[in-house]
């Protein structure tokens, strides 16, 4: 990792200017069909409020709404910082492009503190990363190429009557897992919907939201090595559905839980 | 349902500005421990988006952030129309007492189209609501009183090492089931903590997210019957955990998933 940055940190790169926004560029390798990949804009957007100065402690809750396409090129994000209270930080922001907003949403910080835990969630039979062959979206999709997908069951090229998508994934070259890495990684699903459907639909993240659980020592300990991300949803209905994802670590840590809802168009729809 | 409003629809009026905000006040009668009960505000925010003149659709997506204590009396709603596209609306909004914001969050309205659907979530067994005794918190919390509870699992008195709760629930009186009741349903549940830990543990609410999947028809197949409502939680750490919770319609439809999550307080904590 000497000399040149990673290609996930030259796409979440972002630069304070001096009112307290922030100025980002789409990177090509993170492109999706139309627009960047929503999970480079979730990343940049948990990357900058951690440099914001007035940060306290680090990401708990993220929500992020997809308002309208992004635009190859530079794009501001604009931070509010709504409250700090002593534990948490309450954070509102969009991001604009030509003066309109083109994603919108809020944050909550928060300070860890040492109390009674515990995981209910238990990761799915998944056996190991090297016992399942890593999978390429087609080539349309580049942002597919930095992620290393090797898939435990819902492979995007099924169909099946079950929505849920397993696998273990990681950067690709591998990096380091941080929060804006799980933000990413939250969005690394396919749209639920082709699976149920056994090929492409047009579909588009509306809403994101993710709660991070992973204490710092989990992402050391987690380092480069994959995660296993699991996924599916709970009903599909007028043009919508949701999706409900979570993120475990190499060793079982629940690293996040991560729901969004999602727009699709179907052929009843286009009557 | 002639005369008097039902104390619901009290709760969560509110009175549009002619700069497009709404003013709206606490009701006495959803007070909790400290403040309002957080479903209250949520269903309020819901009601005046419904209402306001550029309003497109129906409530599709939902996150309110609890930012800081609400205190009695008025409040201000701040709704900022972030973007109109042709099937879909988003906004932010602040809720506002004294200059200061003490809720905040996002919105999404959405146009339902006839598209392919599925229902993957199932209903948990519950048999019928009257197999199950109405159980209500204590006397302190003032909100109880206006759901009528029936608890199949979970009840707030018990203690498990399960998180699961689930309950057939309605107003009190009974109510038309509508969005922001809907909304303030999501946030019924007691937090998830008490019932691992077999007890009263400081606890709130700091980010509630709602998908709304319930069509028009089904709200009107509703009626005032009971739902059936089940929440979760995946991991409990550092002083916070997550909730995920499904509500069905009495004849089964998944009429919304939600999350939230919670900051809590325990004996660890206190050292």
């Given at each position: 990792m000497t000399g040149a940055l990673h290609v996930f940190d030259e796409a979440i790169a972002v630069t304070p200017l001096p009112d307290a926004t922030f100025t980002a560029r789409t990177h090509p390798a993170y492109n999706n069909m139309v627009g960047p990949f929503g999970g480079v804009i979730a990343g940049s957007v948990i990357n900058a409020l951690q440099q914001h100065p007035d940060a306290l402690g680090a990401p708990l809750a993220f929500t992020v709404n997809y308002v309208a396409p992004v635009a190859a090129g530079e794009w501001l994000l604009r931070p509010q910082i709504v409250r700090t209270n002593r534990t948490n930080q309450h954070w509102l922001f969009t991001v604009e492009q030509g003066g309109g907003i083109v994603s919108s949403g809020s944050a909550v910080f928060g300070v860890r503190r040492d109390t009674w835990g515990d995981t209910e969630a238990t990761p799915p039979a998944a056996g190991e990363p090297a016992d399942h062959e890593p999978v390429w979206f087609p080539e349309v999709i580049a942002w597919d190429k930095n992620y290393e997908k090797r898939f435990?069951?819902?492979?995007?090229d099924a169909q099946s009557d079950d929505s849920t998508s397993t696998l273990w994934v990681r950067d690709n070259p591998p990096r380091p897992l941080d929060f804006p890495a799980l933000a990413s990684i939250a969005d690394v699903f396919y749209p639920r919907v082709f699976l149920r459907r056994g090929g492409y639909v047009p579909a588009g993240t509306i809403s994101l939201t993710t709660y991070f659980h992973a204490t710092e020592a989990e992402l050391a300990a987690q380092g480069d090595d994959y995660v296993l991300a699991t996924a599916h949803s709970a009903r599909f209905v007028g043009g919508h559905f949701d999706q409900h994802g979570q993120i475990f670590g190499r060793a079982g840590a629940l690293l996040a839980t991560t729901a969004q809802i999602v727009y699709f168009k179907d052929a009843a729809s286009a009557r």
């Open positions: 435990v069951t819902g492979r995007w």
